[in-house]
């Protein structure tokens, strides 16, 4: 399993995945952390956006919305979807997200819905370096871990939030929230942890 790309077995399913992820709602996805999302307008970044649902449903609320996802399929299936929302889409991925990263810009939030477990244990820190160069100074980090069965041909793994917390801690996020929940879908055996973490304010650097 090792060996597979992080979004393995994602280009081949594309389209019965678009049918799952659209199935539910934003509200639904994330209502254990909605009240960590920005209620002003806001620069937002969403890590591994399939199908762009949670981009769409935030572009709509007024906030500027970058989209990164690295499977071309989910990608093209999202800017058919959701092509009249103003999201911009990147093809980029952690953990090091060169284009991000070249482009500077900083965060008010950044959204990593189901890719985290995705990380292998050598590719956690630089990813968590990532984040914490990305987001704004204030700004949030909202991610969600899996566990659970991995299905056939994807990459997964175990991660805990106290590992989560740890590294997040180390760059300088602090912790907002962990919240557990269960799997939306009913899969058996699947349960997800909801966390969210804060970027210190500091008037020195700016946000995008």
């Not at 572009?59 to 959701?82: F, K, W, Y």
Request: glycine content about 10%; proline content about 7%; aromatic content about 6%.
């Amino acid at each position: 399993m090792n060996g597979l790309a992080s979004n393995a077995g994602y280009g081949e399913r594309a389209e019965e995945l678009v049918r799952q992820y659209e199935a539910v709602t934003f509200e639904e996805v994330h209502r254990e952390v909605l009240h960590l999302f920005p209620e002003q307008p806001s620069a937002v970044l969403d890590f591994g956006a399939g199908t762009g649902r949670d981009a769409a449903a935030l572009a709509a609320r007024g906030h500027r919305v970058v989209a990164a996802e690295p499977t071309a399929e989910l990608r093209r299936a999202g800017q058919r979807i959701h092509g009249d929302t103003g999201i911009r889409w990147v093809d980029d991925a952690l953990p090091e997200a060169p284009a991000l990263h070249a482009s500077g810009e900083r965060f008010d939030l950044i959204l990593l819905c189901a890719v985290w477990m995705h990380l292998a244990d050598h590719e956690r820190p630089s990813a968590m370096d990532t984040l914490a160069r990305l987001v704004a100074p204030g700004g949030r980090v909202l991610l969600s871990l899996r566990h659970g069965p991995v299905p056939p041909g994807r990459r997964m793994f175990e991660i805990t939030p106290e590992e989560t917390i740890a590294l997040a801690r180390a760059r300088g996020l602090d912790l907002l929230q962990v919240t557990e929940r269960t799997d939306l879908h009913d899969r058996p055996g699947v349960s997800w942890h909801l966390l969210g973490f804060e970027s210190p304010a500091s008037p020195g650097r700016a946000t995008a």
